[in-house]
C-alpha cells in the first residue's frame, strides 16, 4: 500500500507563518508583514492583533491575480537570505512574493544529493532561489523559465547572492520544448526539479496545461536521468490532482531506474500554535 509523507516548511530568520486561519494566512518576510487569502485556513486564527503592511485582494476572475491594499509603505523589493543564498521578495499581482517558501525541504533534499562535478536541472525555475540552494553546492546549474522577466530575477539574485560566477546557464525557454530536445540529445543529468504551474505561456506563445502536458514531461525528465542520477522531484500546487496520481506517474516513469519513490503533502509550520498548513502535493524519486 502507498504512504504518503507530509514535507513540512519551518520558519527560519527572514521568513515564517504567523498564524492563520479564517481563511487567511499572516505571514513575515523579512521585516514586512503580509496577509493573503488562504481556503484552507478553515479554523479561527490565533491571533487578533495582526497588523501587517500589505493585504492581497484577490481578482473575481480566479486566475490567481489581484491586487496590494497597502497600509503602510512597502518597498518595490527587498532582500532576504536562507542560509547563504540572498534573494529578493516583492508584492506580485499573482499573490505572492516572487519566491515559495514552503519549497525549502525540497531545495534541502537536492542540496544532500549533489555537489562538486554534479549537473541538475530546475525546470520552471521562476526566480531562481531554488537553482542558487542547489548551485551553492558546487554544482552545475541548468535553470529554466519561460518568463524573461522571471529568469532577470534570478539572474538579479545571483549577484546579490555573489554567485554570478557560478556555472549556471539562465535560459528563457519552454520548459516543455527543452527537456524533449536535451532527450534527442542525449543529455542526462543528475537529479530534476520541476515546478510547473497549472497554466502557462511560453516564451513564443507556447501553451501549457498541467493535466494535459504534465505526464509526457515527467517522462522526458526520466529519460534525462540514468543510474548514477539522485533525484527528480515534482511539485504541483493543482488541487484537482492527488499526490497518489502524480506519484504513480513518477513511479512509472523512473520504473527502470530503480529508486524509490515518495509522494504526500507539502505544509508550511505556523509560528502561533504550531499547526501545519498545506500548499501543495509532490512526488520525488531518489537513489541513495
Not at 478553515?42 to 495582526?50: G, Q, S, T
Not at 549533489?114 to 537553482?131: D, I, K, P, Q, R
Not at 502561533?272 to 520525488?284: D, E, K, M, V, Y
Request: aromatic share 10%; proline share 6%.
Amino acid at each position: 500500500m502507498n504512504s504518503l509523507t507530509s514535507l513540512i516548511a519551518e520558519p527560519w530568520d527572514d521568513w515564517g507563518l504567523i498564524d492563520c486561519g479564517d481563511g487567511q494566512k499572516y505571514e513575515r518576510y523579512g521585516d514586512i508583514r503580509v496577509v493573503r487569502p488562504e481556503p484552507q485556513a478553515m479554523w479561527p486564527r490565533a491571533l487578533d492583533d495582526w497588523d501587517p503592511h500589505a493585504t492581497f485582494m484577490p481578482a473575481s476572475d480566479e486566475d490567481g491575480r489581484g491586487r496590494w491594499v497597502e497600509h503602510r509603505a512597502v518597498p518595490e523589493r527587498w532582500p532576504l537570505s536562507r542560509g547563504k543564498v540572498r534573494f529578493h521578495a516583492s508584492l506580485t499581482p499573482f499573490r505572492h512574493l516572487a519566491f515559495f517558501p514552503d519549497m525549502a525541504p525540497q531545495w534541502d533534499f537536492a542540496r544532500e544529493r549533489l555537489g562538486e562535478g554534479s549537473e541538475a536541472m530546475n525546470l520552471f525555475g521562476y526566480t531562481g532561489v531554488g537553482t542558487l540552494q542547489m548551485s551553492e553546492t558546487g554544482a552545475r546549474l541548468v535553470h529554466v523559465d519561460a518568463s524573461k522577466k522571471s529568469v532577470d530575477g534570478a539572474r538579479d539574485n545571483a549577484a546579490l547572492s555573489g554567485m554570478e560566477d557560478r556555472p549556471i546557464r539562465w535560459l528563457v525557454e519552454d520548459a516543455a520544448k527543452f527537456a524533449a530536445r536535451e532527450v534527442r540529445r542525449g543529455r542526462r543529468y543528475d537529479g530534476i526539479m520541476l515546478d510547473p504551474p497549472k497554466f502557462g505561456r511560453g516564451p513564443k506563445g507556447e501553451r501549457w496545461q498541467l493535466e494535459e502536458q504534465l505526464a509526457p514531461l515527467v517522462g522526458d525528465c526520466a529519460k534525462l536521468l540514468d543510474d548514477k542520477s539522485r533525484f527528480m522531484i515534482l511539485t504541483v500546487y493543482a488541487v484537482r490532482m492527488s499526490a497518489l496520481a502524480i506519484g504513480e506517474l513518477v513511479r512509472q516513469a523512473t520504473a527502470h531506474l530503480g529508486g524509490t519513490v515518495e509522494m504526500g503533502e507539502m505544509a508550511v509550520r505556523e509560528e502561533s500554535r504550531g499547526l501545519l498548513l498545506p500548499t501543495a502535493i509532490f512526488a520525488r524519486w531518489s537513489r541513495g
